[in-house]
């Protein structure tokens, strides 16, 4: 069966900067090649919100709350996905989750609804 498992994720300070992956495994058939991923992310108490997604091509799409700040890369012939996190502020705190399947492009930023996702990776930022 296919999985995603988040890496990457850590306790900094604001201004610091992470980097997390995405590795998608049980992918025979290089399906996730041509899906659309992205991450997301939520805070205790708080709803799961989007922060980015990219499609097959490399094409992207980010929450106003970290654009400039955040870039979401993909390796397809590894099939592996990435979020750059640069300038990390304490409100960017949350478990952040990889996910992947979007069956209506980038629609998935803001509605969450894809088809797989990972167990996630916690990033805590003080200041």
């Known amino acids: 069966q296919v999985q995603l498992v988040e890496s990457g994720g850590g306790s900094v300070q604001a201004g610091a900067s992470l980097r997390l992956s995405c590795e998608v495994s049980?992918?025979?058939?290089?399906?996730?090649?041509?899906?659309?991923m992205g991450w997301a992310r939520q805070a205790p108490g708080k709803e799961r919100e989007g922060v980015a997604v990219?499609?097959?091509?490399?094409?992207?799409k980010y929450a106003d709350s970290v654009k400039g700040r955040f870039t979401i890369s993909r390796d397809n012939a590894k099939i592996t996905l990435y979020l750059q996190m640069n300038n990390l502020k304490a409100e960017d705190t949350a478990m952040y989750f990889c996910?992947?399947?979007?069956?209506?492009?980038?629609?998935?930023?803001?509605?969450?609804?894809?088809?797989?996702w990972g167990q996630g990776t916690q990033v805590t930022v003080s200041s």
């Open positions: 990219i499609n097959p091509f490399g094409g992207t």
């Open positions: 996910a992947a399947n979007c069956s209506y492009g980038y629609a998935c930023l803001t509605d969450g609804n894809w088809g797989r």
């Open positions: 049980g992918d025979t058939s290089g399906s996730y090649r041509d899906y659309y």
